[in-house]
Antibody, heavy 118, light 107 residues
Framework: QVLLQESGPGLVKPSQTLSLTCTVS??????????WSWIRQPAGKGLEWIGR???????NYNPSLKSRVTISVDTSKNQFSLKLNSVTAADTAVYYC??????????WGQGTLVTVSS | DIQMTQSPSSLSASVGDGVTITCRPSQSISSSLNWYQQKPGKAPKLLIY???SLQSGVPSRFGGGGSGTVFTLTISSLQPEDFATYYC?????????FGQGTKLEIK
């Protein structure tokens, strides 16, 4: 059973960088058939796909966030990470990490609330 | 980006009822569609992938159909644990967009 766990600061100041890490257990992040994603959800609203990374290093980002987002992977630690810079209050949300093989393989972390406030 | 439009946005039904939720992408996405169920404070749970394939462990009262530009999620006989919010997601092209959600409430 693959488990994902998000970690990082729950409070970030405006204009600063939001940094989150997702630790994968119960399986290898280097599994070739999976990719590793970040999704977010503002309180009371829907889901927004932020982007994904393959263990080859290839990435895809949501164009609405592309200029501010970086997703990276550290296979030695079985982790992948999200950096979102120049944050504003509009970036306040629950952030989920997830993995998928575009089929039946689909795993999500429990989510972590990040609040942008001074 | 592919826009995903779900209908209805909310739905009231009783235990034992059958319901259908519709998802319409702004362009054809073949069968590249997932359905998720989300309960308050929890991560989304995959119900259906590839438009009509039932995820392991999901009750058979859930069913998915459609292709191209119209998709449906059907729940044949609602159980108390089915009252939640449902999202469709296209995995045809990035960004992998979600519908706005359908909140299923108890009548």
């Amino acid at each position: 059973q693959v488990l994902l766990q998000e970690s990082g600061p729950g409070l970030v100041k405006p204009s600063q960088t939001l940094s989150l890490t997702c630790t994968v257990s119960g399986g290898s992040i280097s599994s070739g058939s999976y990719y590793w994603s970040w999704i977010r959800q503002p309180a009371g609203k829907g889901l927004e796909w932020i982007g994904r990374i393959f263990t080859s290093g290839g990435t895809n980002y949501n164009p609405s966030l592309k200029s501010r987002v970086t997703i990276s992977v550290d296979t030695s630690k079985n982790q992948f990470s999200l950096k979102l810079n120049s944050v504003t209050a509009a970036d306040t949300a629950v952030y989920y990490c997830a993995s998928s093989n575009d089929g039946s393989g689909d795993y999500w972390g429990q989510g972590t609330l990040v609040t942008v406030s001074s | 980006d592919i826009q995903m439009t779900q209908s209805p946005s909310s739905l009231s039904a009783s235990v034992g009822d059958g319901v259908t939720i519709t998802c319409r992408p702004s362009q054809s996405i073949s069968s590249s569609l997932n359905w998720y169920q989300q309960k308050p404070g929890k991560a989304p749970k995959l119900l259906i992938y590839a438009a009509s394939s039932l995820q392991s462990g999901v009750p058979s009262r859930f069913g998915g159909g459609g292709s191209g530009t119209v998709f449906t999620l059907t729940i044949s006989s609602l159980q108390p644990e089915d009252f939640a919010t449902y999202y469709c997601q296209q995995t045809y092209s990035t960004p992998y967009t979600f519908g706005q959600g359908t909140k299923l409430e108890i009548k």
